[in-house]
């Protein structure tokens, strides 16, 4: 039977739990705090000696841990870069600008349990380094923000932060910051920039890599807020402890945000690996299944940005078997076990966490259609592909969403797309805004061609488009198709 | 990091060439390129794969790189395909079995402009990946530009036509409306904006904010909206803008000046020196038909780098103005070249010694400086140069606002303190002492001469350009030349010894200065001189302690340095 495995949101969703600092002692917050700063020094076989720095480093790599902030990258690897010779501060940032559309898990610790991501932030903090470290909060947030901030001031007066923390030496100080409402703020160096007070331009790399030139062109890690609280429950129970959650290379739980038609939405835990897509829907403890009559459509695996899956579609899995022979396997969508790697393989991502299940009463072309709108509003403008792309894709699909499209779109949706991704543009958001276009076109072209074809009769009788939309539409006719789908158009956008 | 750097730091005289190489190839070929190269302050940084295709004569497309500016990274056009060695477990290469080490493509493209190269590296331009991507980005540059190019300023020099006939394709799958944005925006006074023809690539605000230290531009919006734009309230206004334009690789910025007045096709392009300050910089004349059109910079690391200031690009005005001196005048009659020297001369030759008082202007090129101080040895004349002070600023403007200041002490015309024999003449001239003075350039009356005293001369000679009170009481006005209207060389308040073309002819009858100058200097000492100014330059610098070495031919196109 699949069920949560509640890490992260252990107390989070117990009834009576309170963010605030008395609470979080109550259930034992803080302990591993005041372990991680007086770790013995450890003496190794050849003699040399690892400070506690180095042993919750080490830690990390051995708890396996990976990202969860999109991109999977492994915690302790990311720690290694760190420039730690520069003579430069090293900075910490707490990635909170959760703004991968479909996305509500970092919130809840935010919430519910600002104090579990403050500890493992500060064992963060100290592991490398840092004295000054920042939380980067998304500016709708505001009542996180003022969670945090309290949260904060708890910790400030307990001694927890600040000047000699614990009466260990260490001293930390952390800072709130609100952005101010852009999705390109979650990308690291955007966020960087942005932190600097500019413009959130995600910046080249080469050179500007965060570990060597990051925040004030100083070392710098970025980190997600659902990594950060991974880090305290890694020294608290070891590396090697916490890699035995999850599957190898996929450890730990993970915060799966589930959303869309689905009876039961909502953030729920799981052990990396150890429930399947199928599972996260159709399971009485997770998604509990679609609505009544519904029959599913497509799944979108780790928020907008994730290629979207086809219900019925069956994926070839590449895998080293225990032999170390490569086998193909054969699965349905459903059957692929939520993790990092097999929706990798399955080409898409686990990404953010957010699964978005879509069952049959909608149109894949108006689900792109909003997808398309939501990027090109957050595209950054700074490089040339993805700046003119994202618009040029989400006009073509709010026509074609408006019924007139033209036989072509689909093909033409597909060549821009096609001309984004890949390491054209500067950050991810180039990838992030033409993988569901290649992904739904390709896998619902039917629709698209449809669509498309609908536009027909629309082109030969009225032209040109500008004078035409507010003669169809006022006339509130609903004779003709292509009027009646011009008309709803105009009437929701307006 | 958004400090000016000051133009002594761009400057200096070039990277010292950086000796330790690396092996690439670029499309096959095998190269072998600096491990280092200048950045764009000119420190020595690992070279880009866009300076390594350069230096193996490969050109690399690109709008937002720029030599002397931040690498921005975001236009795309120079994504180029790579691999690198691979390496074993222990870290050396592993190779082919005929020897050659085996290179691992990368799967993703890289810009050129900001990935350094490394040993081994290859390079790859020419590909199908790499031509779809070039199209592909000038395809999204395209969709939202306005077809503006019959009346766009930039056409015949704009990157965006050049590409897309290079690498673009020859139709348009763009069938949505076009994002609008502003046009003919006054950025600033010099400064007319096209929003709609900007590409983006933030040449404009790197150049005011990282060269000039000016945040006057920005972006405001965001993805396809995003427009360039002043601070609210605040005026696109420096001392620099006009390079903005040169820098745009599209019309998007452009010079009211410029503006709509002449085709970049029909332009002749003179190389030139700027005759507004002591700086001197490097300069193209753009003129069509004997007239000026506008000044572009032309790029001198010695000196301005690739800029210059609005105040000397737009200080060319004058020499079409219809007061321009054009006739040779003997005593407010028109007359000739012949009868003024024969007159002028033969006065000169029977003047006393000490009769003869010289004001020059330090305007002049080296070699009319040089006739003039042989004048003065053989007249015994007691003689200066007018200084000319302005506000300088950090980057190019200098307060000297004489482009020869150099030039006339190191010929000798005045002293190291210019200006301060002046009192002295105008004294002389009030007593009797000075009988004759000859002006060159300069309004000497405004100079603190009293007029008065000019009535008292045997003999008044001025030659200038234009009309002012001294040349209201010249006895003999001879029209001169601007420097546009002539060759010459001036040596820049560091030494540097430049020279400049005669990009249009002068007005009516008037001649450059050092054309007669040598002939008078020829019939007063009986030496005779070179009738040309490469041979005129080479004697001067035979004769000059300071130029000695010198060669016309030698200073080239950037000039030689000299001790001052
Ligand atoms: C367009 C874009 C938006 C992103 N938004 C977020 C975000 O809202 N929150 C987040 O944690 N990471 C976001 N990321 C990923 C970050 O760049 C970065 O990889 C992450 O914060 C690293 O943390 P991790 O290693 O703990 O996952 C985004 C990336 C891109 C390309
Ligand atoms: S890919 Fe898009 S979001 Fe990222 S830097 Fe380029 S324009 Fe901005
Ligand atoms: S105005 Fe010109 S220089 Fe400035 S960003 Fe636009 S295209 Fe580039
Ligand atoms: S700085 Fe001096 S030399 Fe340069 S353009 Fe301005 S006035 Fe001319
Ligand atoms: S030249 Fe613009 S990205 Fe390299």
Redesign the pocket.
Known sequence: MPAEYRLILKHALEPGYTPDLACYLRHGGYETLRKGLTLPPRTLPDGRSLSPQEQIREEVVKSGLRGRGGAGFPCGLKWSFVDRRSGKPIYLICNADESEPGTFKDRQIIYRDPHQLLEGMILACFANDVHLGFIYIRGEFTEGARILERALAEARDHGLLGKNILGTGYDLDILVHRGAGAYICGEETGLIESLEGKRPYPRIKPPYFPAVLGLYLCPTIVNNVETLCNIKHIVAMGGSEFAKIGTPNNTGTRLVSLSGHVRRPGCYEIETGKVTLGELIFDPAFGGGLREGRQLQAVIPGGVSAKVFRAGERVSLRRRGLDGKEVVEERDVLDLPYDFDTLIAAGSMSGSGAVIVIDDSVSMVDVLANISAFFAHESCGQCTPCREGSLWMAKILKRLASGRGRPRDAEDLLHIADNIPGGRTICAFGDACSWPVQSTVSKFKEQFLARGAEGEPYRKVAQPAATSVARLSGTGGGAHPAASALASSVSTAS | MSTAAPASQLMGDGVRPATETIRIRVNGREVEVPKTMPDWQGKPVPTTMLQACEWAGVTVPHYCYHPKLPVAGNCRMCLVEYGTPALGPDRQPILNPDGTPRIVKSPRPAIACATPVTPGMEIYTDTPGVKAMRAGVLEFLLINHPLDCPICDQAGECKLQEYALDYGEAFSRFGEAKVHKPKAVDLGPRIV?DAE?????????RFTRDIVGDDALGIVHRGSYST?ATAPGRAFDNNYTLN?VD????G??TSRDFRFRMRVWFLKETPSICPSCGTGCNIRIGSRQGRIYRYTPRPNDAVNSHWMCDYGRLNYKWIHRPDRLQKVEIRGRVSSWELASDQILQQLRVASPGSVGLVASARLSNEELWLLSRLKARLHALSDAVPREGEGDALLLHADRNPNTQGARLTGVCYTEMGSQLPLIWERIRTGQIRILLVFGEDVIRQGCDPASLDQLEMLVVCDVLPNATTAKAHFLLPGCAPAEKSGTFTNVHGRVQRFHAAIPPPGEARPEWQFLAEWVTRLTGESLPGHLPGLFNRMASEVRAFQGLTWSELGDLGRLVPV
Request: aromatic share 6%; glycine share 0%; proline share 6%.
């Open positions: 904006f023809r900007c590409i983006l690539c933030t040449r404009c605000i360039i903005t820098l745009c690789p599209v998007a910025l």
